[in-house]
Nanobody, 120 residues
Framework: QVQLVESGGGLVQPGGSLRLSCAASGAISSINVMGWYRQAPGKQRALVAAITYNDNTEYVNSVRGRFTISRDNNQNIVYLQMNSLKPEDTAVYYC??????????????WGQGTLVTVSS
């Protein structure tokens, strides 16, 4: 079974920084895309940032210039560096991987989520 394990969430004051990490393990032949999504209470889950196998990135407009997505050399860990945090960034952040399993082809898996709270 493929797993994504997220870490790095917590409580931070407005203007502060956090770095989220997501580590993938299991029966993965390759990872096509890894992304970060977030969901606040009463809101839809929405894409924050994503990175492809060849390092193309995309960001939602509200975080562009403040957040940076990156991955390690093996492409099994994805990071989200979050700077200049705002209260509206408060949400549960979820990691998602679009990956290839040699038997079942293209699949996706979600992490369990990590809570980010931006408040004074």
């Amino acid at each position: 079974q493929v797993q994504l394990v997220e870490s790095g969430g917590g409580l931070v004051q407005p203007g502060g920084s956090l770095r989220l990490s997501c580590a993938a393990s299991g029966a993965i032949s390759s990872i096509n895309v890894m992304g970060w999504y977030r969901q606040a209470p009463g809101k839809q889950r929405a894409l924050v940032a994503a990175i492809t196998y060849n390092d193309n990135t995309e960001y939602v407009n509200s975080v562009r210039g403040r957040f940076t997505i990156s991955r390690d050399n093996n492409q099994n860990i994805v990071y989200l560096q979050m700077n200049s945090l705002k209260p509206e960034d408060t949400a549960v952040y979820y990691c998602k991987a679009d990956y290839v399993n040699e038997d079942y082809g293209d699949l996706e898996v979600w992490g369990q989520g990590t809570l980010v709270t931006v408040s004074s």
